[in-house]
């Protein structure tokens, strides 16, 4: 079992400190992010004291969940894991697993009524006590989990290579880790993650993003998507004193367990197109921030990219032409368009 200090300290901080998201000292635990109509249907069928116990920096739960299994790392009282539980529907499945005993007390006791307000019979959702870094020790099993989803949790871990590589063993092949968490411009000085506020703060510990991309590539995936990005305002004077001279930013990514994805985008002369079939997206899907699918239109893309959508839960939404029997070069990449948060919306584009 992992009992670091630097654990203990967050337990502590999100057991018994925070009484609600209104006592964060700044606004990294605090989204801003506009939500599609379709969520925040759901999320006024969710108690609210689910909602104002929630703290996260993103929205990360991702399209085409029906009937898949879920596992939402720091769920804390649940807010996530039930918004999952309306879209895996009762024949899917949605994990929560928090260290956090008084959280998950919360999410617990709320279950049969939250079943009851979505109108399935039987629950769907189960929350575990345990750590990010040790699913094994939780019961999560070896290629059990279809996407992993986790929102401002992992920038907490003393151990991110660890949480890395065990996400990945617990994702299927062809399985989505779909994430939002705060990263930096640059490495956190050591004196600063001593500090237990920045630290509970979720800006203490964040990812340098190259040290992210090394992390990942290290688990087995080369190549990552960012979904949204934008930049924290700390919103508090003495935070800005003591680390003001990093650029910490809410980053939304995606990224597949998928043996085929290379380092770099590759030309194949490959061309996908979006059938329109995914719920909640039917005119456009937004793969990430340079890829906007627009029904029926075709879409030359790179070798990643075509993997992404043809060997993932998205193959029956595509079809895509061509193989990887021919390579043509590098893809010809242009940088990525900022975009609107909003799955529904997007700036189409080529591979980065």
Known sequence: MITTTKLEDVKEYYGRVLNGSKDL????????????????????????????????????????????????????????????????????HVVGLDMT??????????????????????????FRTG????????????????????????????????VFSEIFRVLKPGGELYFSDVFTDRRVPEYLKE????????????LYTEDFRRL??????????????????LENEEIE????????????????????????CEDYGQVAVYKGTIPHAPH??????????????PMLVCGNTAAMVEES?????????GDRSVHYGLFDCDPAAAVSNSETEGSAGACC
């Open 25 to 92: 000292q700044t606004s990294a635990c605090c989204t801003t992010e506009s939500l599609p109509s379709w969520k925040k249907e759901i999320l006024k069928e969710i108690d609210d004291e689910i909602i104002s116990r929630f703290y996260g920096c993103g929205s990360p739960i991702p399209l085409d969940l029906e009937g898949k299994t879920v596992l939402d790392l720091g769920c804390g009282t649940g807010r996530d894991v039930f918004l999952a539980s309306k879209l895996v529907g009762p024949e899917g």
């Open 101 to 126: 005993d008084e959280q998950l007390d919360i999410g617990r006791k709320h279950i049969r009524r939250q079943m009851e307000r979505f109108g399935f019979d039987k629950p769907n959702v189960s």
């Open 131 to 162: 750590y990010i870094e040790d699913l094994a020790t939780a019961g999560i099993e070896d290629e059990s989990v279809d996407v992993v989803i986790s929102n401002c949790v992992i920038n907490l871990s003393p151990d991110k290579r660890r």
């Open 195 to 206: 500090d237990p506020v920045l630290y509970g703060e979720c800006l203490a510990g964040a």
């Open 216 to 233: 990942l590539r290290d688990a087995g995936c080369p190549d990552y998507r960012v979904m949204s990005r934008s930049a924290i305002d």
């Open 241 to 264: 004193r003591k680390a003001g001279m990093i650029n910490f930013s809410s980053i939304t990514i995606r990224a597949f367990k998928l043996e085929s994805l290379e380092d770099l």
């Open 284 to 297: 456009r899907f937004v793969l990430d921030d340079h890829h906007t699918f627009e029904t029926g239109k």
């Open 313 to 321: 839960r998205f193959a029956d939404h595509f079809q895509v032409t």
